[in-house]
């Protein structure tokens, strides 16, 4: 997660708390999408303003000390209150992505590089999206968006398949005894 963030703060303009969560909320969402799985592990909740990865929004107000090294946040003045900056620390460690991941972290950041929050909040209210169908459709405010609202009806089946497939593997891989040489 971290290194996702220290990507948007290197590769975006403007990029504040909200921008930042909608950013990783869609960089969650189109992997699982395309993969069943997401790339920060993060929950994301349906809040008026759009998805909200909880745990990060609470964390940005009291650093780890392994985000603050990567990242500094900053309250700053504009004309309508206080926003809340994200600037790079230290480099992106591109070697931690697939290359999957990385084609949709560039993609997102050029798609939404001069986006304001406002732009990307809208972004994640459009008819039938995750967010969409929590809030609006079910009611169900504050709710956790189930990841797999990211993939269509008719799709479900196959990429759930692959995900338990990819997790069953990971699971037996874990779980060979390892032989080494003394």
Known sequence: MIQAIVFFAHNTRKLGKTKLCKLLYFLDFEHFKQSGRSVTGLKYNAWPMGPVPVVLYNEIEDPSPELSNAVDFKSIEIKNGQMMTVRPKSDFSSHLFSKRELKIL????REHRDATADEMVEATHLENLPWHQVYEVQGRKQAEI???????????????????????????LSNEPRVGIF
């Open 106 to 109: 560039a993609s997102l950041a």
């Open 146 to 172: 189930p990841y797999d609202l990211a993939v269509r009806n008719d799709e479900k089946d196959s990429v759930m398949r692959i995900a338990k497939e990819r997790d069953e593997l990971v699971k037996s």
